[in-house]
């Protein structure tokens, strides 16, 4: 929706829906009647965390919209949107590789998820390098944020880091920090 939409509109609507979510969460903790409807809407979705009512936390759905919102008022659109899909689809790769599959440990994770992880990750770059036509410096800057972001990911417990906000911005900082050292060694920007 992103790439079809002017980066202000995208940001207005991002910011509204984040608002509308985290509105949900303090409704969802501190209104019983709101708490039984959205637990028999999308209870069998939430955590264990996200139910219990001792301790406000922040849903999924919020902690990805937070992600969303910052990821694309933040960074360039060739990177903000490449950051965001790497979260979604490396992370739910990651997720259900390393559940099944995963058997040895790699910090808080799966090494097999972890691996699944990077691999999604260089093809997601690969896609939007196909659809962004911005040359082999930044598939050369995927791999590497690839890389990083995957070792963020696995120890994202340990540095107490929700992995909706260390991925894309993990990746996105990587990218950034990529394009400037291609610029030093005289390569192509990728970010225009």
Avoid at 34 to 57: D, K, N, Q, W, Y
Avoid at 129 to 134: A, C, D
Avoid at 161 to 183: E, H, K, R, V, Y
């Amino acid at each position: 929706m992103y790439l079809q939409l002017d980066h202000w509109t995208g940001i207005t609507i991002l910011t509204a829906m984040t608002v509308t979510s985290l509105l949900i969460d303090l409704l969802m903790h501190y209104h019983a009647p709101t708490r039984r409807v959205m637990h028999s809407l999308v209870g069998p979705m939430l955590r264990p965390h996200e139910i219990a009512s001792e301790v406000f936390r922040l849903t999924g759905a919020s902690w990805v919209l937070i992600a969303a919102t910052l990821t694309f008022l933040l960074f360039p659109k060739v990177i903000s949107t490449t950051s965001f899909t790497v979260l979604i689809v490396s992370d739910t790769a990651a997720a259900l590789i390393g559940r099944r599959y995963g058997k040895r440990r790699f910090f808080d994770k799966t090494l097999v998820g972890t691996v699944f992880f990077v691999i999604t990750a260089v093809a997601v770059t690969i896609v939007y390098e196909q659809v962004f036509l911005v040359g082999p410096w930044f598939l050369v800057s995927g791999v590497i944020a690839s890389l990083v972001c995957g070792v963020v990911e696995a120890a994202s417990t340990r540095l107490k880091l929700d992995d909706n906000i260390s991925i894309p911005s993990s990746f996105a900082l990587t990218m950034l920090a990529m394009n400037w050292l291609g610029q030093f060694l005289h390569m192509p920007t990728f970010l225009h």
